[in-house]
């Protein structure tokens, strides 16, 4: 009956999987016995760790001063928009408890009270230490950040009791960071504002 049909099918199936062949082939290449070990091709030596020297006042030198404001900026903007949102649970890692739990009480006034904060982060102008000194095995540094933010607080009717939401505001924060100087984590937390 009509099986050259068929056969026309197979023969057309088989030559796209040739052409399919052919292309992958071109793509990934072919093994000619002439590739690099991979072994060979990158070296394995690790270089050699650098020593991390425990932070304390004494070595809080330049280097690490730059480094400590990285990351502040990084925990400012960060703890700013998450407080704004209302969402402590993201940033209690960068919290003391004390700080927590004045965050966690402004945070409940603020439900009861029926508002809503809507806050967007512009950037940070400059950031500069003010001090730091050794407090009982705690590195404490003191920060003050300039900043940029648009913030308003709306009632429950979506009405601006305070602020301006299409006006940047110029921010001027000190905070105070602490370390304990005899642990390995690398985090700082959050002392006071």
């Not at 993201?90 to 439900?111: G, H, M, N, P, T």
Request: hydrophobic share 40%; glycine share 6%.
């Amino acid at each position: 009956m009509n099986y050259s049909f068929e056969y026309i099918d197979i023969i057309l199936l088989a030559m796209i999987a040739g052409f399919i062949f052919l292309r992958l082939r071109g793509i990934l290449g072919k093994k000619t016995g002439f590739e690099d070990n991979i072994s060979n091709s990158f070296p394995h030596e690790v270089s050699p760790k650098k020593a991390t020297s425990k932070i304390d006042a004494k070595n809080f030198d330049e280097n690490a001063k730059k480094e400590f404001l990285k990351g502040a900026k990084i925990a400012y903007e960060t703890i700013i928009t998450n407080f704004a949102s209302g969402d402590l649970n993201k940033i209690k890692s960068l919290l003391d408890i004390k700080v927590f739990d004045q965050f966690r009480k402004a945070l409940s006034e603020r439900e009861k009270m029926g508002l809503v904060s809507d806050t967007t982060f512009i950037g940070i102008n400059s950031a500069t230490i003010l001090d730091h000194k050794e407090n009982n095995n705690f590195l404490e540094v003191s920060v003050d950040f300039v900043s940029e933010i648009i913030s308003c607080v709306r009632d429950k009717d979506k009405k601006v009791v305070s602020g301006d939401p299409g006006k940047i505001k110029k921010v001027h924060d000190t905070w105070k960071f602490s370390k304990d100087v005899r642990s390995s984590n690398p985090n700082w937390s959050l002392i006071e504002t």
